[in-house]
T-cell receptor, first 113, second 115 residues
Framework: AQSVTQLDSQVPVFEEAPVELRCNYS??????LFWYVQYPNQGLQLLLK??????LVKGINGFEAEFNKSQTSFHLRKPSVHISDTAEYFC???????????FGSGTKLNVKP | EAGVTQFPSHSVIEKGQTVTLRCDPI?????LYWYRRVMGKEIKFLLH????????ESGMPNNRFLAERTGGTYSTLKVQPAELEDSGVYFC?????????????FGPGTRLTVT
């Protein structure tokens, strides 16, 4: 079975500060890893994904994530956040050759001026 | 190009009533998924359609939930009779083809409140 743990339910941060949103996963098989973002009153939007290759993945809006197989982690980072980054972020995994996501419980990023 | 749309955006019903949620996928997307988020917890998979066929319905919680996709276009998810624990946000997603290499595009969700 697969499970995804997002260690922080809420992360407050000041504008222009760096941020890291943590994600750990548990799986007995190989998985692909994703981060989605949900802005208020909108659907989930793909931020970035790790399928293979370089363990450092760059996504939209200046976000990046690093896949660490030994620690089964896929933490999301941004060096300098903006007010517009205020949203809820979801980490998710999909097994190879499968179609359904396993999501974490989400992390609300609150960027303060 | 229009994204995935869901209707209604909010629904408040009483326990025991019936509610039908609708999802319109992106045009041309054969794959349609339903997910649910209950009480701020994780988003959980409900089922997956390929055209009008149910490919995987392993996440459907019980037989009070009925999903259909007649004609392989829009989909409906009916809850009958609704229970308090059915409250949550129901997301629909669609993708062009199967597999994790094909992005799933999500709709804004329907917030269901059962009182």
């Amino acid at each position: 079975a697969q499970s995804v743990t997002q260690l922080d339910s809420q992360v407050p941060v000041f504008e222009e500060a760096p941020v890291e949103l943590r994600c750990n996963y548990s799986s007995s098989v190989s998985v692909y890893l994703f981060w989605y973002v949900q802005y208020p009153n909108q659907g989930l939007q793909l931020l970035l994904k790790y399928l293979s290759g370089s363990t450092l993945v760059k996504g939209i809006n200046g976000f990046e994530a690093e896949f660490n197989k030994s620690q089964t982690s896929f933490h999301l980072r941004k060096p300098s956040v903006h007010i517009s980054d205020t949203a809820e972020y979801f980490c998710a995994v999909i097994r190879y050759n499968f179609n359904k996501f396993y999501f974490g419980s989400g992390t609300k990023l609150n960027v303060k001026p | 190009e229009a994204g995935v749309t869901q209707f209604p955006s909010h629904s408040v019903i009483e326990k025991g009533q019936t509610v039908t949620l609708r999802c319109d996928p992106i045009s041309g997307h054969d794959n349609l998924y339903w997910y649910r988020r209950v009480m701020g917890k994780e988003i959980k998979f409900l089922l997956h359609f390929v055209k009008e066929s149910k490919q995987d319905e392993s996440g459907m919680p019980n037989n009070r939930f009925l999903a259909e996709r007649t004609g392989g276009t829009y989909s409906t998810l009916k809850v009958q009779p609704a229970e308090l624990e059915d409250s949550g946000v129901y997301f629909c997603a669609s993708s062009q083809d199967q597999g994790p290499l094909y992005e799933q595009y999500f709709g804004p969700g329907t917030r269901l409140t059962v009182t």
